[in-house]
């Protein structure tokens, strides 16, 4: 069986982490597979060390434009008929174009498109609902020329799956190879951040987060709400792993609120899961999520975690878990906050017992019983 995985960059992010992991799973597995991508050096680099060939699609681009949809569309198709693929399986939005790429081939392989997020369809999404009807009718079209449509997060699904229009679909957690991560552990991981940051962060109660600056991740909710953080517990400070279109913006917040001192931008890092021991607790206060890969790497890293109620949040950490907090609300951030400020081991614990859920090898295992049955 041969497989191609299409994402629209090849940057740092949880999307491209879930391509790469599941290439090499399947390659592991004995099947053939090969990525498309767009701009970005991390994805193809990672591909490269593990002799996964790879396609560099420069139509593909991150902002949507009608000129280069048409040029994806095009560029898709010419790589498709040069290969014969058996699954094409597209991985954002803007990739979903591709399914007319395939629909147009004489020989059509079949097509599976993953869903990880509803982004503009999400209902904390706020935008005009002319963009919301827009969106609607773009997934409601291209939508029909993919064989399969699969959700990481059941919430998703659910709220997908009332409004009628997408068909054929499946709910696949990610998954990771616990085996494949290798932590710094939390001494090592501090003092590289007292390092980058010029800080000293030994008897900080280090608050710590993994994400693109953008609105998604809403990231301007911890920079708001610092002081508050500060006043209850003095010895907070705050660390983002990342970067993205708000950091000059968030940069100059923080300036402009006379926190840098205590709250860091540190920029994107290579195998960024690597440091996070170094966090008393890792945070993600996120508009809308599918299910994120940061999450279930603090999960695989033995660290509470205090997120936001969206999306496949609960999915991970549980509902009943206190480690979800209202969104957009500060008075309950806190307050769950103090919860594990005061007790961290009690969080760990629970959470130790979360990982089989999210098992690279049962991931993989759903995908390549899913190709198969589509390949019939």
């Not at 939005?93 to 097509?111: D, E, Q």
């Not at 993953?114 to 079209?141: E, M």
């Given at each position: 069986m041969k497989i191609l995985l299409v994402i629209t960059k090849s940057e740092i992010g949880g999307a491209q982490v879930f391509v790469l992991n599941l290439a090499r799973a399947l390659q592991q597995a004995g099947l053939y597979v090969e990525v498309a991508a767009g701009e970005g050096n991390f994805l193809f680099e990672e591909l490269q060390k593990h002799n996964i060939s790879y396609h560099y699609l420069n139509s593909l681009k991150r902002d949507f434009s009608v000129l280069n949809s048409f040029y994806f569309i095009f560029d898709l198709h010419r790589l498709l008929k040069r290969n014969n693929y058996d699954i094409v399986h597209l991985n954002?939005?803007?990739?979903?174009?591709?399914?007319?790429?395939?629909?147009?081939?004489?020989?059509?392989?079949?097509?599976?498109?993953?869903?990880?997020?509803?982004?503009?369809?999400?209902?904390?999404?706020?935008?005009?609902?002319?963009?919301?009807?827009?969106?609607?009718?773009?997934?409601?079209?291209?939508?029909?020329?993919?064989?399969?449509?699969?959700?990481?997060?059941?919430?998703?699904?659910?709220?997908?799956?009332e409004s009628g229009f997408i068909r054929n679909i499946e709910v696949i957690y990610n998954g990771l190879d616990e085996k494949e991560m290798s932590f710094l552990c939390k001494d090592e991981a501090r003092k590289y951040f007292c390092d980058k940051c010029g800080t000293d962060f030994s008897d900080s109660f280090l608050i710590g987060s993994t994400g693109r600056l953008a609105y998604q991740k809403n990231y301007e909710f911890l920079i708001n709400n610092f002081s508050l953080i500060k006043e209850k517990i003095p010895e907070a400070k705050i660390i983002i792993i990342g970067e993205g279109p708000n950091y000059d913006m968030f940069s100059k917040k923080i300036c402009t609120l006379g926190i840098a001192n205590d709250f860091f931008l540190v920029g994107p890092i290579k195998e960024s899961y690597r440091y996070i021991k170094a966090f008393d607790v890792f945070t993600l206060p996120s508009r809308y999520e599918g299910l994120s890969i940061s999450l279930i790497e603090a999960i695989f890293a033995d660290i509470p975690i205090l997120a936001s109620d969206v999306g496949g949040n609960s999915e991970i950490v549980g509902n009943g878990s206190n480690q979800l907090f209202r969104l957009d609300d500060p008075i309950d951030y806190v307050l769950k906050l103090l919860e594990i400020h005061k007790d961290r081991n009690r969080f760990i614990e629970s959470n130790s017992k979360l990982k089989g859920n999210f098992s690279i090898d049962k991931m993989v295992r759903s995908y390549r019983k899913l190709y198969e049955i589509m390949v019939g």
């Open positions: 954002s939005s803007n990739t979903l174009f591709g399914a007319i790429s395939t629909y147009l081939l004489k020989k059509k392989p079949r097509t599976l498109f993953t869903f990880h997020g509803l982004s503009l369809l999400d209902k904390n999404y706020k935008t005009s609902r002319t963009i919301k009807f827009l969106a609607k009718v773009y997934f409601r079209f291209f939508l029909q020329f993919v064989d399969k449509t699969v959700f990481v997060s059941k919430l998703n699904f659910d709220e997908s799956n």
